[in-house]
């Protein structure tokens, strides 16, 4: 990609084509909050959850990677994409840890389990 933002979508269903991995970069090609649907599941994605993700300045509305083979931790960066999306999905993966503590204001919900 050369740094060019994609034009306004509203719906970027890209869910069963077994797309490999998960681009570093992809979310900085789309424009601050003209994305309000965005759909990877069930692509068969391998690796880990990019970092770069969480510094995404676009909102949206639905954010979805569940059904993948996606192993490791949610990265902290991540609490602020979790946050502005209104439906966020990342069932059926196969993470490891907990969420990001800046979810929980740095309160430790291990002790309410």
Same mark, same amino acid.
């Given at each position: 990609?050369?740094g060019a933002a994609w034009p306004s979508f509203?719906?970027?269903?890209?869910?069963?084509?077994?797309?490999?991995?998960?681009?570093?970069?992809?979310?900085?090609?789309?424009?601050?909050?003209?994305?309000?649907?965005?759909?990877?599941?069930? %692509?068969? &994605? #391998? @690796?880990?959850? +990019?970092?770069? /993700?969480? *510094?995404?300045t676009s909102l949206f509305e639905r954010f979805? $990677? !569940?059904? %993948?083979? &996606? #192993? @490791?931790?949610? +990265?902290?960066? /991540?609490? *602020?994409?979790?946050?502005?999306?209104?439906?966020?999905? $990342? !069932?059926?993966?196969? &993470? #490891? @840890?907990?969420? +990001?503590?800046?979810?929980?204001?740095?309160?430790?919900?291990?002790?309410?389990a």
């Open positions: 990609m050369s509203s719906v970027i269903p890209v869910s069963l084509c077994n797309a490999g991995t998960l681009p570093p970069n992809l979310l900085a090609a789309f424009e601050p909050g003209k994305v309000f649907s965005f759909d990877l599941s069930s %692509n068969r &994605l #391998s @690796g880990t959850l +990019p970092d770069t /993700w969480g *510094n995404s979805n $990677i !569940s059904g %993948n083979v &996606l #192993s @490791g931790s949610i +990265p902290n960066s /991540w609490a *602020n994409l979790m946050l502005n999306s209104s439906g966020f999905d $990342i !069932s059926r993966l196969q &993470l #490891s @840890g907990g969420l +990001p503590g800046v979810l929980w204001g740095g309160v430790n919900i291990n002790q309410y």
